[in-house]
């Protein structure tokens, strides 16, 4: 049984790029998160999806951010006009229904 | 925002030596969850205890629960270096048997295992 992978690892972009990072959760996981950690604070939740639905939003998740899972299994997360305030370690987070939420790696976004 | 908070921010121990580590938290809860994150990587689950349940153990992992003082503890004991990293607690307050959506953070403890 693989876990959460992510995809890419680390990413360096100029401010006013668009990004674009992937999450394939552990198979059969029907609920998928996505949370944002800076530096020396606990993650926070951004968004989260119950198979292909998006089924609750932060109040972080600008409208420069969009989250997709089409078909329920890999998700996707977009930072349109990246902001240098944007950079951050970007974690996935899948569990089957409720409970023990298992984390990704991360993708480590630095916005120059 | 960061609902539970943890306590002390910072731990310094000799390898061997038990390690004790406290989340406060604001809100009632389904159940509190504690996370290992080396640096830089992502978080490993540690140990899940539900909100009527008072104390859970896994290895040399114990973790209590006072839902009275809206309180929990992890402790490990017979601490190695390989236990150096940064602990979070995490609540869930999602619906009762709707099961977890949004794991809330505290800042951590970063503990230090001294060989």
């Known amino acids: 049984d693989t876990g959460v992978s992510q995809d890419p690892r680390h990413k360096i972009t100029k401010r006013g790029q668009n990004v674009t990072f992937r999450c394939d959760p552990i198979s059969e996981h029907n609920r998928l998160y996505w949370y944002r950690q800076t530096l020396g604070q606990g993650p926070e939740f951004l968004t989260y999806f119950q198979n292909e639905a998006q089924l609750e939003k932060s109040r972080l998740l600008s409208d420069r951010f969009s989250a997709e899972r089409p078909k329920g299994s890999f998700s996707t997360l977009e930072i349109q006009r990246t902001e240098q305030g944007d950079s951050a370690m970007y974690l996935c987070?899948?569990?089957?229904?409720?409970?023990?939420?298992?984390f990704g790696p991360g993708t480590r976004l630095t916005v120059l | 925002s960061q609902q539970g908070e943890e306590d002390p921010q910072a731990l310094s121990i000799q390898e061997g030596e038990n390690a004790t580590m406290n989340c406060s938290y604001k809100t009632s809860i389904n159940n509190l969850q504690w996370y290992r994150q080396n640096s830089g990587r992502g978080l490993v689950h540690l140990i899940l205890?539900?909100?009527?349940?008072r104390e859970k153990h896994s290895g040399r992992l114990r973790v209590t629960l006072d839902t009275s003082k809206k309180s929990s503890s992890l402790l490990i004991t017979a601490s190695r270096a390989a236990d150096t990293a940064s602990y979070f607690c995490a609540t869930d307050a999602g619906n009762s048997g709707a099961g977890s959506y949004q794991l809330t953070f505290g800042k951590g403890t970063k503990l230090s295992v001294i060989p």
């Open positions: 205890i539900r909100s009527n349940e």
């Open positions: 987070a899948s569990s089957a229904w409720g409970d023990t939420q298992y």
